[in-house]
């Protein structure tokens, strides 16, 4: 599948809000879509229809019976988007409380052994495995994760998982590498050696880049946060097998057993969810003829995936006459330079040039980047690689070549 076409990016961006400025800057390019990704202006409007409704769920007035039914179809859209044909999705505070507490469930809900899980996991994961894994009375277990090429295989997961292995961890994506893992081949060593094994995915990373496909995957959970991947913040989603809904967890005495979700939750936080399925709908039909709902997100997944590798492409090897990070003296990738599983993310560091100053200069050029430091958050990529911080430059499919150009040049004067 080609890159998307001049004309179709054109209308892609006009779909997003503060697309090429910011309130407070004035213009700027936008390469922090790690850190967050921008809003679809649908999700704008429609938060800001349902911050007016007083009405809650599950009352018998048709206010209430209005949201009721958005929920069920936001819920609907993830079940087709994600292709998870069982189990159950539901918000939460966020996707680190969401990861906390499916976490805590499936340590307390199994027996003593093994709680498996790698190096290139975020601190949500790492942390609540660490926390419940010694409360439950089982063992933490970190595989560590390739430092080359920035991120971790199945066949590691092979060497380490252990019939005991009651609970284990994968994250799709790196947020610090932008490497992504073959989830499907990691949890299949997983099942083969401890078909029993709690697994839940750490999808945050992954979900603005599309093809999620939870079906294939033989999981027990997925988290994301909508916020990255064009919603907004203050919630996070998630979905659970039915047997990770069985396990016992926290609900009201009385309540619906099957319940996962604590208190009356935001009914617009559902609403955008519909909003994020129909953005990434609308794109499949102007890359596809495919007619199905599903073969249209996994176009929309394929087509943003093909074009971020040529922003990530143009970023390395460079564009026009301006050479690529990987021509630039000084300039070391993490990952690699060409790196197959990269996706939308280039993290490097500069010879001689601090990392929180690269970052500095490039806003002061109006180029949004993000400093990463080798702290709870990313010491687990930095360290090992005897780095204190880094750049980290992340697009999504909304971003332009001639974005990626700005900047190459402001690069080039950087470490000229």
Not at 166 to 193: F, L, M
Request: aromatic share 6%; with cysteine; proline share 4%.
């Amino acid at each position: 599948m080609p890159s998307i076409r001049p004309e179709l990016l054109t209308e892609i961006r006009a779909r997003f809000a503060q697309i090429d400025h910011c309130p407070q800057q004035g213009p700027r390019v936008f390469f922090e879509n790690a850190g967050g990704a921008l809003t679809l202006n649908s999700v704008v409007d429609t938060s800001t229809r349902y911050a007016a409704i007083p009405d809650n769920q599950g009352r018998d007035n048709p206010g209430s019976h209005e949201l009721v039914r958005v929920i069920t179809q936001a819920k609907e859209d993830m079940r087709v988007f994600m292709n998870a044909t069982g189990g159950q999705f539901f918000v939460g505070e966020s996707g680190t409380e969401l990861l906390f507490r499916l976490i805590m469930n499936a340590c307390l809900g199994t027996g003593e052994g093994v709680v498996l899980g790698s190096t290139l996991e975020h601190p949500a994961t790492r942390s609540a495995c660490a926390r419940w894994a010694g409360i439950a009375g089982q063992r933490h277990v970190l595989i560590p994760h390739d430092d080359a090429t920035g991120t971790i295989t199945a066949e590691a997961y092979a060497r380490a998982v252990t019939r005991d292995t009651q609970v284990a961890t994968i994250i799709h994506t790196s947020p610090v590498t932008g490497i992504g893992v073959d989830v499907a081949a990691v949890s299949a060593a997983i099942r083969a050696v401890a078909p029993e094994a709690v697994i839940i995915v750490d999808g945050i990373q992954h979900a603005a880049h599309g093809r999620i496909d939870i079906d294939s995957y033989d999981i027990d959970g997925y988290v994301i946060s909508p916020y990255k991947v064009f919603s907004r913040h203050g919630y996070g989603l998630a979905w659970i097998s039915d047997r990770l809904t069985h396990l016992p967890h926290n609900a009201l005495i009385d309540g619906p057993e099957d319940n996962w979700e604590m208190g009356t939750r935001d009914t617009g936080s559902y609403a955008t969810l519909s909003d994020l399925a129909d953005y990434f709908e609308w794109l499949g039909t102007q890359v596809t003829d495919a007619t199905g709902r599903r073969a249209r997100f996994v176009a929309a997944g394929e087509a943003i995936h093909t074009q971020e590798k040529a922003l990530t492409d143009a970023m390395i090897h460079g564009t026009g006459n301006l050479p690529g990070l990987k021509d630039i003296d000084g300039v070391h990738i993490i990952g690699g330079v060409d790196n197959p599983a990269r996706e939308g993310l280039v993290s490097l560091w500069v010879d001689g040039v601090a990392s929180v100053d690269v970052v500095k200069k490039l806003n002061e050029q109006g180029i949004r980047t993000h400093l990463r430091k080798a702290d709870h958050y990313s010491g687990n990529i930095l360290t090992p690689l005897g780095q204190e911080a880094c750049v980290r430059v992340s697009m999504c499919h909304y971003n332009s070549e001639h974005e990626v150009a700005q900047f190459l040049a402001a690069m080039n004067g950087i470490c000229g």
